[in-house]
């Protein structure tokens, strides 16, 4: 295996592009290196990019703020102004894993990686964050719902890595908030999760939301209907039943050791309701 | 396989070692530097026994790549006692006897003093959570959140 640590990001790209073997980009390594330890898969080149401008900084945009591709989870929780802008957001990145791994684990690594129960995706599908591209063509923004295409997989071509990814400008009244199923209280993998963005106007009523879910289906999936069933009301109880029916609807899991199609799919409609009202209180509702 | 030169600081000493790319922290320390205090429980970033300090940062030394400490400053269990005077945690924890076979102590004692540091006074809770990553097989978990508050306790004294 070669480990590389490239000039530029333009280097980055040719070497990527030009490799005829098994390439990866190292982040935190928590994946990466328990596959490689696994022999799951073996590497022809490492290619480590933590080193290039940006990658480790967080920097406010245009009233959001872009995110470096290698800031680490504990890195991102310690920032206060991320986390009162998009609490959903980076408590999800903070359920990834340990102490040990928060050092490390990355949000864009978490996305790359392509895991069904990946924590840090549903809230930045809910937030609408947009992942910057490059590769050998140059630089194209990609939202983030659209990297991720199946277990393990994603749609970046060939050459191409994110070099950050932009959480956008929060509207005022509004509030985000994620969770997830696990049968212990650390440390293990999400049976099912959700994570709700919401927009309220002066009076309490939703004038968007976004609901998105994971573990349930190949992918985190956003679910239109859902967020649409929760927009002109205060969260009432009907509102809150025809979201939960959106999201059973949009769940096509898979029965595993961690738990069956039914459970999965039941314990998503809880969490999304328990989400919804959380990002709620969290935009100022009074329930 | 051919084998790279990679210079860091470890406890303080600048340290220079050759090794191949694809070997973890965890192997250098242990089979070319003979620093043995970090532990393998997994190699796989569950059980912490393996909890170095890198740049300031706890990490598993087994989900770091040798190569990639490059520069770094690397801290291990063995620069934790100062000569002869072990650190308030190492000396506390032989006190309460928060340790049997002692695999995990190494890792856990160095988490347990990076969460010390961050959070002088924390609750049980936070420490309990602080330390999910650190599995502990033989002691049980409550001698040793005993152990990490009295510590933090006499360090907050001193
Ligand atoms: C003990 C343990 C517990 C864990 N717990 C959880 C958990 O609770 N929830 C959870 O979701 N995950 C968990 N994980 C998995 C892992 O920590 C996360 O998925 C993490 O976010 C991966 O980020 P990373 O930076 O370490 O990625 P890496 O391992 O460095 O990379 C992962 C993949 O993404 C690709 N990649 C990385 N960065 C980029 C980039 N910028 N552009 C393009 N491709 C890129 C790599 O090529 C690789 O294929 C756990 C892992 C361990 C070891
Ligand atoms: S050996 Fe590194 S976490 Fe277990
Ligand atoms: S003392 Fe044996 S594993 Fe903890």
Redesign the interface.
């Known amino acids: ?3 590389v640590k490239p000039e530029s990001f333009e280097a980055a790209a040719t070497l990527l592009r030009d490799e005829t073997g098994i390439s990866r980009i ?1 982040a ?3 994946d990466v ?2 596959q ?3 022999e799951m898969v073996e590497p022809d080149l ?1 290619v ?1 990019l933590k080193h290039l401008p940006g990658m480790r900084e967080i920097v406010a945009e245009d009233g959001g703020f872009r995110i470096g591709a290698a800031v ?1 989870g ?1 890195e991102l929780g310690e920032h206060d102004a991320v986390k009162a802008m998009w609490p959903g957001v980076v408590e999800g990145v903070e359920l990834i ?5 928060q ?2 684990a990355t949000m864009a690594g978490n996305l790359c990686t392509g895991s069904p129960a990946g924590d840090a995706v549903p809230a930045m599908v809910t937030a609408e964050a947009v992942a910057r591209v490059h590769g050998p063509d140059g630089v194209r923004d990609v939202p983030v719902v659209d990297i991720p295409t199946g277990p393990g997989k994603n749609s970046l071509s060939k050459g191409e890595f994110i070099t950050s990814i932009y959480l956008p400008a929060r509207p005022a009244h509004a509030g985000d908030a994620y969770l997830r199923f696990i049968p212990r ?3 293990d993998i999400a049976v099912s999760s959700a994570a709700v963005s919401l927009a309220l106007d002066e009076d309490g009523t939703v004038t968007s939301a976004r609901v998105a879910v994971g573990a349930v289906a190949p992918t985190v999936r956003l679910v239109k209907d859902a967020g649409a069933a929760l927009v002109g009301s205060k969260l009432d109880d009907a509102a809150i039943a025809a979201m939960v029916h959106a999201v059973e609807a949009a769940c096509s899991p898979i029965t595993d050791k961690r738990g069956t199609i039914e459970f999965r799919t039941k314990t998503a409609g809880v969490l999304a309701k328990r989400a919804a009202l959380i990002a709620y209180g969290r935009a100022g509702g009074q329930l | 396989m051919k084998t790279i030169p990679v210079a860091t600081t470890i406890n303080g000493d600048e340290t220079e070692f050759l090794c191949h790319t694809d070997e973890s922290l965890l192997d250098v320390l242990r089979d070319r530097l003979g620093l043995t205090g970090a532990k393998e429980g997994c190699g796989t970033g569950d059980c912490g026994a393996c909890s170095v300090m890198m740049n300031g940062r706890l990490v598993c030394s087994c989900l770091v790549l040798g190569v990639e400490t490059e520069g770094a400053e690397i801290e291990t269990i063995e620069g934790m006692a100062k000569g002869d005077t072990l650190h308030p945690l190492q000396r506390v924890f032989l006190e309460e006897a928060a340790l049997q076979c002692g695999i995990c102590t190494p890792g856990i004692l160095v988490a347990a003093k990076a969460l010390l540091e961050k959070n002088p006074d924390p609750t049980d809770t936070e420490v309990r959570y602080w330390l999910a990553g650190n599995l502990c097989r033989c002691t049980g978990y409550d001698k040793i959140i005993k152990a990490v508050q009295k510590a933090a306790a006499e360090m907050r004294a001193a």
């Open positions: 295996m070669r480990y190292l935190g390594g928590t290196l328990v490689l330890k696994a490492m480590d680490s504990a894993g340990s102490s040990q791994v050092s490390r209280t650390e440390m």
